[in-house]
């Protein structure tokens, strides 16, 4: 679990500004991309928190979930990392 925390912090720390080094007021991610990061699949959980995942084919089939952080290139929509309470890690889009 410690290598999604890692990188939970390590890709936040390159989408938001700080004032610790001489960025000119830009994140680390524009300064060296060119482009002002998006930010939005970060702004809906953070690190560690209780979500509610949609197992089955209804609504009503729902499992409570850690989440672990964003699945960058799995699926056309946000996908996020979650650990199950067996201890198993599983990638899903309904959260």
């Known amino acids: 679990m ?3 925390g890692l990188t939970w912090v390590c890709e ?12 000119f007021n830009k994140t680390p991610f524009s300064i060296v991309v060119g482009d002002t990061p998006d930010i939005s699949e970060y702004t809906d959980f953070t690190f560690w928190d209780w979500v509610w995942v949609i197992e089955g ?6 499992i409570l ?6 699945a960058h290139s799995i699926g ?3 996908s ?3 650990l199950k309470d067996t201890g198993r890690i599983i990638t899903r889009s309904t959260v």
Not at 12 to 23: G, H, I, K, S, V
Not at 57 to 62: I, L, M, R
Not at 65 to 70: E, L, S, T
């Open 80 to 82: 996020y990392h979650l």
């Open 76 to 78: 056309n929509a946000v």
């Open 2 to 4: 410690w290598d999604y």
């Open 12 to 23: 936040l720390m390159q989408r938001t500004m700080n004032r610790r080094f001489d960025t």
């Open 57 to 62: 084919a209804g609504p009503s089939e729902t």
């Open 65 to 70: 979930a850690k989440f672990i952080g964003v």
